[in-house]
């Protein structure tokens, strides 16, 4: 039975774009764009890729000051080549590059930090001699195949790869698949054959049934069921390191994404794309410390917050976990604030990170806080906790998505 009570407890995870494509500096997806051949990312890229500083234990260190609670690493990207030593083929970090296990590791390391840990896996393989070819526009489609043979020996591939990740590392807690393949590879039953190896992980939905988790990409957009969901992003415009790519988010970004994905009831799960060598991009280590300093003052509002039934405002984002309600205030209204959607009576109102109470009074289904200080005390967001009469509910519904701006 897979564990889900951790995913909705953690709500930030650690997504990590790392393989030969760091080398080249310029995103994952350049072997395709510029129609690389094989021969040459083989011996262009993926021999120097050697991985020579890289120190997992930074990464969770890292992942744990950023206030993370789990990992997901790009075991095999688009690429083909493989972070372990697979018997599948001869395209891996054993083999060529780092000439060793770069997954073992990390494993072990985030585990010892007390982290979940994740595996991405693609089970497209473009430099594959089975799979339809490295440089479509797009992704192949089901007629793109040369012959059903080199479809079930891909099949047989992709699906060994898989038994041998769930099969070498221990315990591990979910499985993020991507990429988009010609058409369905055996998926259900690829995936019934990963949860009988690992009865508690968690897999995307993005190889079929059955999964558990939902995915949205560089957007926040929560799924109309109830159903685990996680929206993934980028910290700069790239997964894979680009050394040229200097739009970094910063922390206040960052907060706004989380608090956003958390009055969501879903999770972030936010990139670092580490250089070939192993190291981290320190705009990416000054993003995410900072970031998570704000979350070492105001977590109680994040971890474990529960689907908000408040609408949007001008001001912030609202969370909320049991009977307390968050309202995670980015952007200053004065002295006073009113707030418009809370029909249950308010017990208290404090700032969280002092605890420091606050003047308020409900009128008429407006709930006025007064005597705030100006400008508010936290350059990224300052969280006052209402302590409310019973479950949140809201005085009206928003029945359409509608939000300005
Ligand atoms: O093609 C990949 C891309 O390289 C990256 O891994 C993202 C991360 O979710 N997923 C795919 C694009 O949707």
């Keep these: 039975m897979s564990d889900t009570n951790w995913f909705n407890e953690a709500r930030y995870g650690m997504f990590i774009h790392w393989g030969v494509y760091s080398y080249a500096a310029r995103g994952e997806w ?8 094989f021969e040459e990312y083989k011996t262009r890229y993926a021999e120097n890729f050697k991985a020579e500083r890289y120190d997992p234990k930074a990464w969770a260190k890292l992942a744990v000051d950023a206030g993370m609670k789990y990992a997901v690493l790009t075991t095999r990207h688009h690429d083909g080549f493989a972070l372990w030593p697979t018997q599948t083929s001869d395209f891996h970090a054993g083999n060529i590059g780092p000439m060793r296990d770069l997954v073992g590791p990390y494993v072990a ?22 799979y339809p070819g490295p440089h479509f526009r797009d992704w192949p489609n089901e007629g793109d195949w040369k012959d059903s043979g080199q479809r079930d020996r891909f099949i047989e591939h992709y699906k060994a790869q898989l038994i041998e990740l ?56 929560p799924p109309a069921e109830d159903i685990l969901w996680e929206a993934c992003m980028t910290l700069n ?21 989380l608090t956003d994905t958390a009055r969501n009831g879903g999770n972030l799960l936010l990139n670092i794309g580490p250089k070939s060598d192993g190291s981290v991009p320190q705009e990416s280590v ?4 900072a970031a998570g300093d704000w979350l070492k003052r105001n977590g109680e509002a994040i971890y474990g917050a529960e689907k908000c039934p408040f609408s949007w405002n001008n001001w912030g984002k609202v969370t909320m976990k049991g009977s307390k309600v968050y309202l995670n205030i980015f952007k200053c209204t004065g002295t ?21 109470s606050i003047d308020f009074e409900q009128k008429d289904g407006r709930l006025f806080l007064r005597d705030l200080p100006v400008p508010l005390k936290d350059p990224i967001a300052t969280t006052i906790v209402l302590e409310l009469d019973g479950q949140p509910e809201a005085i009206r519904e928003q029945t359409s998505f509608w939000i300005p701006g």
Aim: net charge negative; glycine share 6%.
């Design 336 to 356: 006073e604030l009113c707030y418009g959607e809370i029909k249950n009576k308010v017990l208290s109102a404090k700032f969280l990170e002092s605890g420091v």
């Design 286 to 289: 000054d993003i995410l410390t």
């Design 30 to 37: 350049f072997p395709n764009r510029e129609l690389v051949p």
């Design 109 to 130: 390391a985030f585990r010892e930090a007390g982290l979940k840990v994740g595996f991405y896996f693609s089970p497209a393989s473009w430099f594959h001699p089975d």
């Design 166 to 221: 769930m099969s070498n590392y221990g315990k591990i807690d979910y499985l993020w698949y991507d990429g988009c393949i010609p058409d369905d590879l055996q998926s259900r039953e690829v995936n019934e054959a990963v949860l009988a190896l690992q009865p508690e992980i968690l897999i995307n939905e993005r190889n079929g049934e059955p999964f558990h988790v939902e995915v949205c990409e560089q957007a926040i957009k």
């Design 237 to 257: 415009d790239n997964w894979g390191y680009h050394a040229g790519d200097h739009n970094w988010k910063q922390s206040h970004d960052v907060i706004q994404m």
